[in-house]
């Protein structure tokens, strides 16, 4: 069972963040990159790590699953499309511009993309240093370095929305109508029957050390739309604005 790292009255901080394009490359595709349909937890610390200014040892040293919870709540419908992306052919070690025997300059692939994607995040940490110099740039829309989407070409955009208090930590919960991406391993039992909803699985990342080393995946459950979804979990949190999450 979950551990939670904080207690009630311990504030997690709320932002959204959206873009034109995302593009978070599934592990296991190399030839087509693929797109997980979520930003996975260790993108999001990434994108943390960029508007607090933190090189990627340190935030992921500082942002540990211990040390910090990641809840994400999907606000646009899931949309993906394929574009032929051009990129420079370094096979043989070398470029040119010029082609040659067996080495074309460029190579196209297909790439996959969620179109216009918006998230709600979640942040809550143990470190109050992070915790307050997140709030106070997400308050004043300002990042030390550019926040993207995946790739460093997708510039995302952000907006702070709140503090929330923790009111309840859950266990064993009656049925709740969850609004964040739900991990599959805290799932007691799941509402099959939902008219109107779409309910898709991926696993993803979870947890990555310095030196960019991924010691955990979690099998996720999510809706395609953003609309909650209702179960019974082992565990949940409840804030003080209401809403139930199940960090990462």
């Not at 504030?11 to 693929?34: C, E, M, N």
């Not at 979520?38 to 790590?49: D, E, F, K, V, Y």
């Not at 009111?167 to 991406?181: A, G, Q, R, S, Y």
Request: net charge positive; glycine share 6%.
């Amino acid at each position: 069972m979950k551990h939670w790292s904080f207690k009630t009255n311990v504030g997690f901080v709320v932002f959204d963040i959206w873009g034109d394009y995302a593009h978070f490359r599934k592990y296991y595709t190399t030839s087509s990159p693929l797109t997980f349909s979520i930003p996975p937890r260790t993108a999001l610390i990434g994108l943390i790590g960029a508007i607090l200014g933190l090189e990627k040892d340190e935030y992921l040293a500082q942002m540990t699953k211990d040390k910090c919870d990641v809840a994400i709540r999907i606000l646009t419908p899931v949309k993906k499309v394929r574009m032929g992306q051009n990129l420079l052919n370094t096979k043989d070690g070398y470029w040119t511009p010029i082609a040659r025997s067996g080495h074309e300059p460029r190579t196209q692939l297909q790439f996959e993309y969620l179109k216009d994607p918006k998230f709600r995040v979640y942040f809550g940490c143990k470190d109050s240093v992070i915790k307050e110099n997140l709030l106070a740039k997400l308050s004043k829309h300002k990042s030390i370095y550019t926040p993207s989407l995946g790739l460093s070409e997708l510039l995302a955009n952000f907006s702070f929305i709140e503090e929330s208090k923790v009111n309840e930590i859950l266990i064993d919960t009656d049925f709740l109508e969850i609004k964040t991406i739900l991990p599959i391993d805290i799932i007691n039992n799941l509402e099959i029957i939902q008219p109107g909803r779409k309910f898709f699985k991926e696993r993803i990342p979870t947890e990555m050390l310095p030196g960019r080393v991924v010691t955990e995946y979690r099998e996720v459950i999510y809706e395609a739309e953003g609309q909650p979804i209702k179960a019974k979990l082992r565990s949940a949190l409840v804030l003080e604005n209401n809403d139930v999450i199940t960090p990462l």
